[in-house]
């Protein structure tokens, strides 16, 4: 008798063609989750800049935004050694760090859950699987961190910080020690993690490792994880006998809604000229604290142009390759025939579901036909009740 193993397809192990997702053919039969925390359940990026831009004020610097690139992922003390060097700052890198940390405990309570991270933890609550919380940051720092998203504490069996262990990640101790005190084999544990330490610590373990890298486009740097997606949104737990998320209606995950508007801009994109399909631009000024929120991918919602009514709409948002893929750009597609361009009028939208993230295609014609699917997905979507009612939306009506 052939084993079971050979009589599976080739075809459906290696069927994940997204290429998102860096697949390996067997899955674990997985029992608990074990989480890091910051980049991977919550925003802790999002606040580096307020304390820098603050800091760095006092000494006549300017923070410079894009320069989070350099220092994310970077233990604190790497990440302060590089601030200091790269402004040319009058102290030590030590004397830095003894500034800007009280300013970092001011800005806890400003930090928020990355997209899915909320979803993922009263899920997998409601459902009874064990989850764990592994950081690097002290013990002390995790518990006041999370304090300020409900439920969270209740919901990990065991929280363990850096400071309880003798080598945090990327030695495998820290998850080691997560899984004994939650007295699971470290083979049926899912780390779930964004940094390349993290996962390297994880893989050390004996783990399955599911990487949520923060930075964008640097999928290819996390070979060693046995999946690599865009977002917590795009968590498919059924791939390690987790219980499936049971929220998707009909290749549409609703979102909480947000709006956003502005004058339409002439946009960067190929969209009129090269794929034959138009899409308006919204500036992004204004809007990037949202825009950083919301991972890059299509979205779907309704428009509303002053004068000329309200129409379906699917959008992409995107890391511009014209922004040297250091801004995302919103796209939105209105599913109508225009006869004519509508520069500079107010766009209003109301973003209300979520359908893949973006994705690299091998030609423009796979890229085409994709965002068509796209279309025809918020279309039927958007006749449902649960989408349709936010056309009544008092927001789209500036007329
Ligand atoms: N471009 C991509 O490179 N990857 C995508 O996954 C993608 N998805 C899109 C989905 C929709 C609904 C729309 C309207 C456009 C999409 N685009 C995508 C094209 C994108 O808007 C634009 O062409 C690029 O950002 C280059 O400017
Ligand atoms: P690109 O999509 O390559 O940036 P253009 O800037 O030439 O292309 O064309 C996009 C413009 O076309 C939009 O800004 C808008 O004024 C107009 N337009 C016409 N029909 C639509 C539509 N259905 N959806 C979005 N924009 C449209
Ligand atoms: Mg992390």
Redesign the pocket.
């Known amino acids: 008798m052939l084993h079971p193993s050979l009589l599976v397809p080739k075809a459906l192990y290696f069927g994940l063609s997204d290429n998102m997702s860096i697949a390996k053919p067997f899955r674990k039969w997985i029992s608990c989750v074990i989480l890091d925390l910051d980049g991977t359940l919550l925003n802790t990026d999002g606040v580096v800049g307020n304390v820098l831009k603050f800091s760095l004020g006092k000494y006549g610097k300017e923070w410079d935004g894009r320069e989070v690139l350099k220092i994310v992922g970077k233990t604190p003390f790497e990440a302060a050694a590089a601030v200091v060097e790269d402004y040319g700052l009058p102290c030590s890198t030590t004397e830095f760090i003894s500034e800007i940390s009280p300013l970092f405990s001011d800005q806890w309570c400003n930090i928020k859950a990355l997209p899915g991270a909320n979803r993922l933890i009263k899920h997998l609550k409601s459902h009874g699987a064990p989850m764990a919380l592994a950081s690097n940051s002290p013990r002390e720092n995790i518990e006041a961190k999370i304090s300020f998203h409900d439920g969270w504490k209740d919901s990990f069996s065991v929280i363990i910080g850096g400071d309880e262990v003798r080598k945090g990640k990327p030695s495998p101790e820290i998850f080691v020690e997560a899984a004994r005190r939650l007295s699971i084999e470290p083979s049926c544990c899912l780390v779930i993690e964004d940094s390349i330490p993290g996962v390297t610590a994880g893989k050390a373990a004996g783990m399955e490792v599911v990487a949520v890298p923060s930075l964008p486009k640097q999928s290819h740097l996390y070979t060693a994880a046995d999946e690599v997606i865009n977002s917590l949104l795009d968590l498919q737990l059924e791939k390690w006998g987790l219980p499936p998320f049971e929220d998707w209606v009909e290749g549409t995950l609703p979102i909480d809604p947000w709006h956003i508007s502005g004058p ?1 801009i ?8 090269v794929l034959g399909i ?4 919204l500036s992004a000024k204004g809007y990037s604290d949202l825009l950083v929120e919301h991972p890059a991918g299509v979205y779907f919602g309704w428009a509303g142009l002053p004068g000329r009514g309200i129409f379906k709409m699917v959008m992409s948002i995107g890391w511009n390759p014209y922004f040297n893929n250091k801004e995302k750009t919103i796209e ?3 599913l ?1 025939d ?1 006869s004519e ?3 500079g009028e107010e766009l209003r939208l109301v973003i209300v579901g979520y359908i893949r993230p973006e994705a690299n295609f091998p030609s423009l014609e796979s890229l085409i036909a994709k965002i068509h699917a796209d279309r025809r997905v918020a279309e039927r979507a958007l006749d449902l009740p649960l989408y349709s009612s936010y056309k009544n939306d008092p927001y789209l009506r500036t007329y």
């Not at 138009?278 to 631009?281: I, V």
């Open positions: 339409v002439k946009g960067f994109g190929r969209g009129s000229k138009p899409t308006a631009n939105p597609w209105l109508h225009f361009d509508f520069y």
